[in-house]
T-cell receptor, first 114, second 112 residues
Framework: DAMVIQNPRYQVTQFGKPVTLSCSQT?????MYWYQQKSSQAPKLLFHYYDKDFNNEADTPDNFQSRRPNTSFCFLDIRSPGLGDAAMYLCATSPWGDGFTEAFFGQGTRLTVV | QKEVEQNSGPLSVPEGAIASLNCTYS??????FFWYRQYSGKSPELIMS????GDKEDGRFTAQLNKASQYVSLLIRDSQPSDSATYLCAVNYGGSQGNLIFGKGTKLSVKP
């Protein structure tokens, strides 16, 4: 089945140790999003790709970076995780078009920082 | 700053009742509106989408959009305990590039 897959589902990392979260999609969608969601809060958009064009939200910390080597894959790199970066990280995709289509979410990666 | 506002709740309704969830948004040029359901510890799943003023019905769910008032709502009829979840309102601000912004969500509890 076509879907959005995030790996790993659970990630434990040490304070300050770089970590990479991955997302892959078989939907061939042009738009890929990374959201951060902390407990009882809204998913917060970190950045998104429209094809190869990278769009960073103004309040996304420099500690967060992203790569999209091809249509299918997108990575979230956290260069020096702090305790405040512990959250669920959600990847989502959306088809290119007129902006009327919804986002399809992966299952998320729960990041713990110790 | 584009914003999506929701009452965080919790909203508690008895089983079989109608649950009414509300959302307002800040930017008049917004084109598309979505309701997602999120169970605890899970990722959001799409419930309804609406693009035009008026009502859109799908089973027990009805989405309502009023662009003049910048208001979108979700009605859940015959609420079931399995409907207990957080409901997220999302607004697409970015046209074809798809800049999707979420509200904080309303936590719904349906009591048997």
């Amino acid at each position: 089945d076509a879907m959005v897959i995030q790996n790993p589902r659970y990630q434990v990392t040490q304070f300050g140790k770089p970590v990479t979260l991955s997302c892959s999609q078989t939907l061939n969608h042009n738009v890929m999003y990374w959201y951060q969601q902390k407990s009882s809060q809204a998913p917060k958009l970190l950045f998104h790709y429209y094809d190869k064009d990278f769009n960073n939200e103004a309040d996304t910390p420099d500690n967060f970076q992203s790569r999209r080597p091809n249509t299918s894959f997108c990575f979230l790199d956290i260069r020096s995780p702090g305790l405040g970066d512990a959250a669920m990280y959600l990847c989502a995709t959306s088809p290119w078009g007129d902006g009327f289509t919804e986002a399809f979410f992966g299952q998320g990666t729960r990041l713990t920082v110790v | 700053q584009k914003e999506v506002e929701q009452n965080s709740g919790p909203l508690s309704v008895p089983e079989g009742a109608i649950a009414s969830l509300n959302c307002t948004y800040s930017d008049r040029v917004s084109q598309s509106f979505f309701w997602y359901r999120q169970y605890s510890g899970k990722s959001p799943e799409l419930i309804m989408s609406i693009y035009s003023n008026g009502d859109k019905e799908d089973g027990r769910f009805t989405a309502q959009l009023n662009k003049a008032s910048q208001y979108v709502s979700l009605l859940i009829r015959d609420s079931q305990p399995s409907d207990s979840a957080t409901y997220l309102c999302a607004v697409n601000y970015g046209g074809s590039q798809g800049n999707l912004i979420f509200g904080k969500g309303t936590k719904l509890s349906v009591k048997p």
